[in-house]
């Protein structure tokens, strides 16, 4: 039997009494769940960036949800990653060939996340953008919001719900290109920058 010392407050692990919840980070997550694009494509691009709180703390516990068309502006409708074995029921996950649009990613203790997936084409009247939910301690409803990416201004300026946006907070929804195929998003909770989130009724 492990005996834990408790004359000390730092000497003990949070128990859900002590934190606000809800709790994301059991049985959600899944492995390779931000391989979005099959292993090896040749038009992989790589998504990523932290999730910060209102202090600008990075939060190690939220959960990244992705979702994409392929880069002719198509949804998926293939078998996704929670795929089970018919015979015996067991989690098979993704097949490894085909993309599925869809990823969920959580955040490491530094509060980064990072999915690999392929560049969205348009969708309709949007421009090409992927679309994110966030699922964070102290959230109790999920966030919603777009990662745009850079590269077609014009699609950009004509893409109805951008043009809605001020254009002082417009850039929290427009990830950074860093080149060879990488984009950073930060999503700020709340405070300085904080990220657009949409709501949908």
């Avoid at 128990?15 to 919840?21: A, D, I, K, W």
Wanted: hydrophobic share 35%.
């Amino acid at each position: 039997m492990t005996k834990i010392d408790t004359s000390s407050p730092e000497s003990v692990l949070p128990t859900p009494s002590h934190t606000v919840g809800p709790f994301y980070g059991y049985a959600l997550p899944f492995s390779g769940g931000g391989d979005i694009a099959p292993a090896g494509h040749p038009d992989t691009i790589t998504v990523h960036g932290y999730v910060y709180d209102g202090e600008g703390k990075p939060l190690p516990d939220a959960l990244v949800e992705l979702w994409g068309p392929d880069p002719d502006g198509r949804v998926p409708q293939v078998d996704g990653s929670m795929r089970r074995d018919a015979a015996t029921g067991g989690h098979l996950g993704r097949n490894g060939v085909e993309f599925t649009g869809w990823g969920r990613v959580q955040t490491d203790a530094n509060g980064h996340w990072y999915a690999r997936t392929l560049r969205p084409g348009a969708l309709g009247r949007n421009a090409p953008c992927l679309s994110v939910c966030v699922f964070a301690r102290g959230l109790l409803m999920h966030l919603f919001t777009r990662i745009y990416l850079p590269g077609d201004d014009a699609a950009l300026a004509a893409d109805p719900l951008l043009s809605q946006v001020d254009a002082e907070r417009r850039g929290t929804l427009i990830a950074a290109d860093e080149g060879r195929g990488t984009y950073r998003f930060d999503i700020r909770l709340q405070g300085e920058g904080e990220t657009v989130f949409l709501e949908f009724q």
